[in-house]
């Protein structure tokens, strides 16, 4: 209770403390610093409310709950770096969070259910990992074929924008045919979270919980953006590592926390679904909402990444599928996802 507590009030003086930053032009690195900090606390704080309002409901319904609104603070960073024309920073974003579930998170979640499990295996039921498998190569093969368009520059390079609107649009009817099939098919084989009634809060103080920090999330993200630059430019780092590595870790606090710390407490199948329904909402429903809605900013997003990110997502699709889609994992397999993560993070560093 009182470390429950005493998160919350440190999410909300971060909070506070970012926009006194930012009002004050304080020195950019100090309020991008803070900013990410309290983008962290505010993801842990969407997280415990999530888990409050969830806890009647199965795996699925829980781990998509999760999954989408511990995906805001990258929503609003993303529009916020289009909007300021941090194009790179937006891009990066996007993949950055979508690797960092993939590899790290669901790396980490692996290792801690492994190490959890008397036989040193962990077991959950295959079919959202193949499901998230099939998802995110529907969203590579976009990428994948934009990407060597613009390379050669054949004609349909010439109409990036459309094809990329158009195959948001594929992308959105898909992901929202599979939601619904696989939320009805949840049978709650397991407790969304351990029941807890001193633990977690009744679901109206939840809700107004999630609107505050919703809009606290909005706000900050708006701060940090501003920040980037200059702060970026004061600590030598590319912005591609900024938005691959820094916003993606900061954005993705639910899920680093939230995945193997259940994991950890052998919910599995919970675990699973929240690291898993995070990457499929990212490739599938974030990155495709998030070109739409650049059609109406100066800035348009659309789905051509550089050829180290192409090979990154396909390897990783890959990578998911061959871990994870026979329903088992040991700790060295997720050591392997981690490594993969590192090995990249590193790479986006040199350049």
Not at 117 to 144: E, Q, W
Not at 180 to 192: F, H, I, K, M, T
Request: hydrophobic share 60%.
């Amino acid at each position: 209770m009182s470390l429950r507590n005493g998160v919350l009030a440190g999410a909300f003086l971060a909070t506070l403390a970012a926009g006194a930053l930012h009002f004050a032009d304080a020195e950019p690195v100090v309020t991008f610093l803070v900013a990410a900090l309290a983008l962290a606390g505010l993801a842990w704080v969407i997280s415990i409310a999530t888990g409050a309002v969830g806890e009647r409901f199965g795996p699925a319904i829980t781990g998509v709950l999760q999954s989408t609104l511990g995906n805001l603070p990258e929503l609003f960073i993303v529009l916020f770096a289009l909007s300021a024309g941090e194009v790179v920073v937006a891009k990066t974003s996007i993949v950055g969070s979508l690797l960092a579930n993939a590899l790290l998170v669901l790396g980490l979640a692996i290792v801690a259910g492994a190490q959890t499990s008397s036989d040193g295996v962990m077991r959950f039921h295959r079919r959202l990992p193949n499901d998230t498998a099939t998802l995110l190569i529907l969203a590579v093969f976009i990428i994948v074929m934009l990407g060597l368009s613009d390379t050669v520059g054949d004609r349909a390079s010439e109409h990036q924008v459309a094809i990329s609107a158009i195959g948001a649009v594929c992308l959105l009817a898909v992901y929202g045919a599979w939601l619904w099939g696989y939320l009805r098919s949840d049978r709650a084989v397991e407790p969304a979270m351990e029941a807890s009634p001193r633990g977690t809060f009744r679901f109206a103080p939840a809700i107004v919980l999630l609107a505050v920090a919703g809009v606290s999330a909005a706000l900050v993200s708006d701060w940090f953006v501003d920040a980037l630059d200059p702060a970026v430019d004061a600590l030598g780092i590319s912005k591609a590592f900024t938005g691959l590595v820094i916003v993606a870790i900061a954005g993705n606090a639910v899920e680093n926390v939230v995945g193997i710390t259940l994991a950890a407490k052998g919910q599995s199948d919970l675990a699973i679904s929240v690291v898993k329904n995070s990457v499929a909402q990212i490739a599938v429903f974030v990155f495709p909402a998030l070109v739409l809605l650049s059609l109406f900013l100066e800035q348009r997003l659309t789905f051509v990444l550089g050829p180290v990110y192409i090979g990154a997502l396909l390897l990783t699709a890959l990578a998911m599928w061959q871990i994870t889609g026979d329903g088992e994992a040991v700790a060295f397999e997720g050591w392997a996802l981690v490594a993969l993560y590192v090995i990249l993070a590193v790479l986006t560093w040199y350049e």
